[in-house]
C-alpha cells in the first residue's frame, strides 16, 4: 500500500497542534528576540537604535527568499523530506547566531537562519493544501493560527525570562530546543501527503509555468497581495514596538504583557474565525475585517496626536486592529491557494515569497519611520488597508462579500 492511500494517522487535533508548532518556530525566532534588543545593542556597540530592527527585517527577507527553494523542491521530493530538513537547519542556524561575535556576522546568521526556515510555514501550508481545500480549509488554517498564536504572546516573556537568568545569547539554544523537539514529532508522526502523480520535476521550464500561473490568476495575485499588505502593516508593528514600549510610553515591563494582548486578539480573532468562516464565508469575514482594519487604523491616527497618548488607549486599539488581521490572515491566504490544488507546492512557495517580501518591505519602512511617537506606524496601519482593499476590490472585479462555489477545487483523490 502507497503512502498516499495509507490512512491519515493523526486526528485533526494532533495535525492542527502539529502545523502550528512547526510555524510558530519562525514566530518564536523573531518575538523572542524583542526584549533583548537593548542588551544586544549594548554588548555588539550598535550605535543607531532603528538599526536593531534589522534583526527582524534581515531574517524575514532571507525567509522570503528561501520560499522559492521551498516549495519547488517539496513539489519534487514530497513534503516530509523537506520539511525534516528545514527544521533541522533553522536550529542550527539559530545556535549560529547565538555564538556571533560582532553585529554583522549576526545579521549574516540571522539570514541564514531565515532562509532554511522558509520552508517551515511555506510546507506546513503545503501539507494543509494537499488535504483541505476553500472554506474547511480557511477554518483549519484559523485553528491552526490559534494554536500558533500561543508563541507571539509567551515568546515575549520567555525571552526576558532568558534574560534574567543568562545572556541574551541563550535565547538562541532556547529555539534550537524547540526545533528539535518538532522535529522529532514529526519525525515520527507526519507521512507524506503529496500525491505521486502531482509531483513535479526539477525544471526551470516547469517551475516558471507554476510560478507564471500564480502570476496571471487574478484571484490569486489580489488577494495574495492584499495579505502582503496586512501583513506589512503587522510587521510595522514588529519593528516598532519595543522602542515604542520602551522610548515613547517608558513602559518596558508593560512591554511582554502589552505584546501578548495583541498577539491573544489575533488568537481570539482566529478562534473566531474558525467557527464562522464555514457558515458565512471566507470572502465574507475577511471583507468585513478589512473595512474594520481601515476604520480603527483612522482613529489610531487621530490617538496618535493626543499629548500625550494614553498607554491603555493605544493598546486596545492596536490589539483590536490586530484582531482584524487575524479575520484577513487565514482567509486571504486560502483564497489566494483556491485556484492552485496540483501545484500547491510551488504556488505556496511563490505567495509566500511575495507576501513575505512585500510585508517585510513595508514593515522595515515603517519602523525606520520612527520617530519617537506612534504616528508612523498609525499611517502605516490605514495606507496599507487603502491598497489591500484596492487590490481585492480588483481580485472581485469590484464586488465585495460573495461566496462564489468551490466546486472542484479539491483534488479529485481521497484524503491521504
Known sequence: MSAETKPFPMRDREFVALMASIMALNALAIDAMLPAFPAIRAALHVTNPNNMQYMISTYMMANAVGSLVAGPLSDRFG?????????????????????????????????????????????????????????????????????????????????????????????FHVLAVAAAMVFTWAWFRLPETLHAEYRQPIAIPTIARNWLSCLTDRQGVGYMLGASLMMGGMFGFLNSSQQIFYDVFHAADVFPIAFACVAGSMGLANFSNSRIVERFGARRVSHTALLGFITLSLLQLLASRLHPEPLVLFVALVAINMGMVGFTGSNFGSIAMEPFGRIAGSAASFQSFARMALATAIGAMTGQRFDGTTGPLAQGFFVTGLIALGFILWAEKGKLFTRPRLAGLRPNHPTP
Do not use: C, N
Open 79 to 171: 513534503r516530509r523530506p523537506m520539511l525534516l530538513l528545514s527544521i533541522a537547519f533553522s536550529a542550527i542556524g539559530g545556535l549560529a547566531s547565538g555564538i556571533s561575535p560582532t553585529y554583522e556576522i549576526l545579521l549574516t546568521m540571522r539570514a541564514v537562519h531565515g532562509f532554511f526556515a522558509a520552508g517551515l510555514g511555506v510546507l506546513a501550508v503545503s501539507v494543509i493544501r494537499d488535504r483541505f481545500a476553500g472554506d474547511q480549509m480557511a477554518r483549519l488554517m484559523s485553528l491552526i493560527i490559534i494554536v500558533f498564536m500561543l508563541v507571539p504572546v509567551l515568546a515575549p516573556s520567555i525571552g526576558q525570562l532568558v534574560l534574567e537568568v543568562a545572556s541574551w545569547r541563550k535565547i
